[in-house]
């Protein structure tokens, strides 16, 4: 086990820290945290205004913040030397500027892996949904429009034979494609960095090097890689241009990754077949466009939405606080060469 070097010199005991959790937590995690720590839990669950965040980064010794909470260079320009640990609660950060957070010695956490399943699970659940009209048929029968079954209603289009192409091929990526593999879909998939040709014998999932060559043979679109400068708008117009007449769309993993604009336009005009959307551009306000859109199926961002992966979630956020009080490196940091 690393002992980190170069800590804070105020460190203070376990059951002295002051925690500051920015939204409300399964009870099983607050008890425990209240347990071990100097905890201040949410109220009443609503999000931090920046002018809230400050206040709790000015009087805490760790802080534990959501995706929902955008914490940047100034906002840890303002924190008091006493914050120490950025302990977020969900696998993704970059909600958070790391490089300023080194800059004061801050160290950030994360909880990677332990919403994998869950998120691959409702991946699964969109792919099925959009192509089988799922979103329309429901619609159908709350609105009272269903006449009774047809050999030509609601039709859509089988798995089976349809190549699924998967953008960013990470853990969620690799969970996807192997539960797809059970519902005959070719899975063929993009990435910064080809996997090993055993995981892709197992997963039975073919490389494409070219992003654009994978958007224009996809019949199904599936984005998984994280959200950066780099990724932000990674399905543009242009691709979005490309795709097959028939094609559809599924993100869970984050709003900004596509044009949403662009994508509107294209299921207005019928020029793709559909999508699927369990994140959106600008959350939590979904432009009503797209969810007046019978093709389209959209869920409020519930990919990691289980007790059990957010109770794993809220663990791992302890067992990071606990290592950190204890002197150790904490088991998910994610500032590389922080000590």
């Not at 009774?148 to 494609?177: C, D, E, N, T, Y």
Request: glycine residues 8%; hydrophobic residues 45%.
């Amino acid at each position: 086990m690393t002992v980190v070097t170069d800590l804070p010199q105020n460190r203070r005991a376990a059951a002295q820290l002051r925690v500051i959790v920015t939204r409300r937590l399964l009870p099983a995690v607050e008890a425990r945290m209240s347990e071990l720590f100097d905890t201040v839990l949410s109220p009443d669950d609503r999000p931090l205004d920046r002018a809230g965040l400050v206040a709790a980064m000015r009087n805490c010794d760790v802080l534990v913040p959501t995706v929902t909470d955008r914490i940047d260079a100034g906002m840890i320009a303002e924190a008091s030397d006493r914050l120490g640990l950025i302990a977020n609660f969900g696998a993704g950060y970059e909600h958070i500027d790391l490089h300023a957070a080194r800059e004061r010695k801050i160290m950030v956490t994360n909880t990677p892996g332990v919403f994998t399943d869950d998120t691959a699970d409702l991946t699964m659940a969109l792919i099925i949904s959009v192509p089988r009209r799922i979103g329309a048929a429901v619609r159908m029968l709350q609105t009272g429009q269903w006449q009774g079954w047809g050999p030509s209603g609601l039709l859509g289009h089988r798995l089976a034979g349809k190549v699924l192409g998967i953008v960013g091929m990470g853990r969620i990526g690799q969970a996807v494609a192997h539960r797809a593999r059970a519902f005959g879909l070719e899975v063929a998939y993009h990435n910064r960095h080809r996997l090993p040709a055993a995981l892709e014998n197992m997963l039975g999932a073919r490389y494409v090097a070219d992003l654009d060559a994978l958007i224009a043979e996809a019949d199904i679109l599936s984005l998984h890689c994280p959200a950066g400068p780099e990724s932000h708008h990674l399905l543009n117009a242009r691709r979005i241009a490309s795709l097959k007449p028939d094609a559809y769309v599924i993100n869970t993993g984050r709003g900004d990754l596509i044009d949403e604009e662009a994508l509107i336009a294209a299921l207005q005009q019928e020029r793709i077949g559909g999508a699927g959307l369990d994140v959106f551009a600008h959350e939590p306000a979904v432009d009503q466009r797209l969810l007046a859109l019978p093709n389209v199926v959209a869920i409020p961002h519930m990919g990691s939405a289980t007790v059990e992966g957010r109770e794993a979630s809220g663990e791992r956020v302890i067992a990071n606080i606990r290592f950190w009080a204890d002197g150790h490196r904490p088991p998910d940091q994610v500032i590389e060469g922080w000590a």
